[in-house]
T-cell receptor, first 114, second 115 residues
Framework: SQQGEEDPQALSIQEGENATMNCSYK?????LQWYRQNSGRGLVHLIL?????REKHSGRLRVTLDTSKKSSSLLITASRAADTASYFC??????????????FGQGTILTVHP | NAGVTQTPKFQVLKTGQSMTLQCAQD?????MSWYRQDPGMGLRLIHY???????DQGEVPNGYNVSRSTTEDFPLRLLSAAPSQTSVYFC??????????????FGNGTRLTVT
């Protein structure tokens, strides 16, 4: 099964700035999800975007999906120090045998400086 | 609501020892899974289950066994620990196996070191 490739691997910004992370993939997906992981903790689901959707918002988060380019981006606006974490994209691959299974990218480490 | 509970949080094993990592969820989720997280490798799926009595292999199943006797519990067994199994292990569950759009709920992980 495919794995998402995330870019950049690390991102360092100042509080108040926007942060953009990207995820690219190779084959068809059913949906794409974004997760956050704080140091030493489990992953927390942020947002899910279906293959027939192009954009979704949740609070300060904005996710876009371009299935023609096989890519997604996560934008965090007006970042805060508390947003410091690793962010992962996860793919639900199209196909009848992939119920529930997600494949994860390697993540983007975001550091927000106060 | 406890969510997904993993025990222990930390474990050190010697090569060749066996142990069981415990995972329990109280959300009545059909789907449960185990991932391992290694630096630079992201999360890789070890085994998963779509319901009690049903398990299947993920991407990296060798050296691990699972069983699903109840909806709530999904233990991961290391049969004979090897240093390559040093990792952080995460259990995750989700609702609605029929729907491909359910997010995963993660436990806080078990950090395993094999010496």
């Amino acid at each position: 099964s495919q794995q998402g490739e995330e870019d950049p691997q690390a991102l360092s910004i100042q509080e108040g700035e926007n942060a953009t992370m990207n995820c690219s993939y190779k084959t068809s997906i059913n949906n794409l999800q974004w997760y956050r992981q704080n140091s030493g903790r489990g992953l927390v689901h942020l947002i899910l975007i279906r293959s027939n959707e192009r954009e979704k918002h949740s609070g300060r988060l904005r996710v876009t999906l371009d299935t023609s380019k096989k890519s997604s981006s996560l934008l965090i606006t007006a970042s805060r120090a508390a947003d410091t974490a690793s962010y992962f994209c996860a793919l639900s691959n199209a196909g009848g045998t992939s119920y529930g299974k997600l494949t994860f990218g390697q993540g983007t480490i975001l550091t927000v400086h106060p | 609501n406890a969510g997904v509970t993993q025990t222990p949080k930390f474990q050190v094993l010697k090569t060749g020892q066996s142990m069981t990592l415990q995972c329990a969820q109280d959300m009545n989720h059909e789907y449960m899974s185990w991932y391992r997280q290694d630096p630079g490798m992201g999360l890789r799926l070890i085994h998963y289950s779509v319901g009690a009595g049903i398990t299947d292999q993920g991407e990296v199943p060798n050296g691990y066994n699972v069983s699903r006797s109840t909806t709530e519990d999904f233990p991961l067994r290391l049969l004979s620990a090897a240093p390559s199994q040093t990792s952080v292990y995460f259990c995750a569950s989700s609702y609605r196996v029929e729907s491909r759009n359910s997010p995963l709920h993660f436990g806080n992980g078990t950090r395993l070191t094999v010496t």
